[in-house]
Nanobody, 127 residues
Framework: QLRLVESGGGLVQPGGSLRLSCAASGFTLDYTTIGWFRQAPGKEREGVSCISASGDSTRAAISVKGRFTISRDNAKSTVYLQMNNLKPEDTAVYYC????????????????????WGQGTQVTVSS
């Protein structure tokens, strides 16, 4: 069974950090573009960041640039999202997603470009 599993969410104070992980089960992430999305209560799902299969190209939403960093370790078939200087508005369920086929990175934040989704991990930023 093909699955993506996110981990690393939790409760953190404003200004704190978390590192999310996205691991694959049943397939390898080596040749897939991986995106991180988030959805806050009452809001639409939005793209947070993306990394190409090779890892040499990344994208990030303006709201997280300079604070979040995406990376991948293909040897471990895992993609990470390092989140620093977290703000209350970062509170959301975070999902990772994998694309079976390459696509233009300009479309990185379009959910239909991705084929597999994890179940999500909750991130809560609050004092």
């Amino acid at each position: 069974q093909l699955r993506l599993v996110e981990s690393g969410g939790g409760l953190v104070q404003p200004g704190g950090s978390l590192r999310l992980s996205c691991a694959a089960s049943g397939f390898t992430l080596d040749y897939t573009t991986i995106g991180w999305f988030r959805q806050a209560p009452g809001k639409e799902r939005e793209g947070v960041s993306c990394i190409s299969a090779s890892g040499d190209s990344t994208r990030a939403a303006i709201s997280v640039k300079g604070r979040f960093t995406i990376s991948r370790d293909n040897a471990k078939s895992t993609v990470y999202l390092q989140m620093n200087n977290l703000k209350p508005e970062d509170t959301a369920v975070y999902y990772c997603a994998a694309a079976k086929a390459p696509f233009w990175m300009s479309d990185w934040d379009q959910a239909p470009m991705y084929d597999f989704w994890g179940q999500g991990t909750q991130v809560t930023v609050s004092s």
